[in-house]
């Protein structure tokens, strides 16, 4: 039986391909979820990939997933650097918990430098492009054994 991913994309990344693409590149989220999904295939993992700009509902997803993900993959966007919410949430959850930035923060904007989510995040993948979704996949695929 696979164990399932919960891959949970923050605030804007609905616009992923036609955002920035000189930052975000040209795949949109639909093409990163297809990866996603082609990946954990192979891994023995199923994704579930979901995306909000609504920071309430992202924080009710990581809630919901006590009870139903092995593991958590988050690209919070904006919120890295906003939502003690998130992160409260994150740190009620059991499971692995790898962030993901498509960006390296660090090398951006000096607010953008300050992560909350990495406080509880076992992992963090910054400046991969959305080739860090499938470096997160594979990681959270070795370390569920």
């Not at 696979?2 to 616009?15: K, Y």
């Not at 990581?62 to 409260?88: F, K």
């Not at 930035?101 to 991969?128: L, P």
């Amino acid at each position: 039986m696979s164990q399932t991913i919960l891959i949970l994309n923050g605030p804007n990344l609905n616009l992923l391909g036609a955002r920035e693409p000189d930052i975000y590149g040209a795949q949109t989220l639909q093409d990163v979820e297809a990866a996603c999904a082609a990946l954990a295939g192979e891994l023995s993992l199923t994704v579930d990939f979901r995306q909000s700009n609504d920071e309430g509902e992202l924080v009710t997803w990581i809630q919901q997933a006590r009870n139903s993900a092995a593991g958590i993959i988050i690209n919070p966007a904006a919120y890295t650097h906003t939502s003690v919410a998130i992160l409260d949430a994150l740190n009620m959850y059991d499971g692995a918990v790898i962030e993901v930035h498509i960006s390296n923060i660090h090398k951006r904007e000096a607010f953008r430098h300050h992560s909350y989510v990495s406080a509880r995040a076992d992992g963090v993948i910054a400046g991969c492009g959305t080739n860090g979704y499938l470096l997160a996949l594979r990681q959270m695929a070795h370390r569920l054994g």
